[in-house]
């Protein structure tokens, strides 16, 4: 196992800083467990994906908005742009619109890849989160309140686009 790895076993309430306690589980509540921060019982990023499937994921609620997929790929994306910065501070610009032209239908075995690599990345940042130094930077309590932010935003999306679809994700 990785320091990343067993960092993503670290509870936020081991950690010193109140500030990296408070977003680490702001973090945990947005992408796996609920806290009672702000989000209902049920309704984590990885709660709602696990209602969906394939087929589910390869629709649009509209003619201009990406399927569920695409939706994932994309906060998968950030993740690893954020990442990327962290361990070495490349900042170069990223294709943020690539996600959107290319992830569209999706197969089984390709939702079964994205959910779990977006849920891979949430495990070595959250890792990077909580090993070393890393709340040293100031920089970093605002990666982790963005990384909280643009997330939660999709898993809104997301939730909106399944309710329109007469999908069944849980807690309304």
Avoid: C
């Avoid at 993740?79 to 690539?98: H, I, Q």
């Amino acid at each position: 196992m990785n320091d990343n790895e067993q960092g993503a076993s670290v509870a936020a309430e081991d950690l010193e800083s109140p500030v990296a306690r408070d977003l680490i589980q702001l973090l945990d509540e947005t992408f796996e467990t609920h806290h009672g921060i702000y989000l209902d019982a049920g309704t984590s990023f990885f709660q709602t994906l696990q209602a969906i499937d394939a087929a589910t994921a390869s629709r649009a609620v509209g003619p201009t908005s990406g399927t569920i997929a695409a939706k994932v790929a994309h906060v998968t994306f950030y993740l690893e742009v954020v990442e990327r910065y962290l361990t070495t501070g490349n900042d170069e610009r990223a294709d943020w619109d690539e996600i959107w032209r290319t992830v569209d239908v999706v197969s089984p075995a390709r939702w079964t890849t994205l959910v779990g690599d977006l849920r891979s990345t949430f495990g070595r940042l959250r890792g990077m989160l909580v090993e070393g130094d890393a709340w040293a930077d100031q920089a970093t309590v605002g990666d982790a309140m963005a990384i909280a932010v643009h997330t939660a935003y999709h898993l809104g999306e997301i939730r909106e686009a399944l309710a329109a679809m007469g999908v069944d994700a849980g807690p309304a």
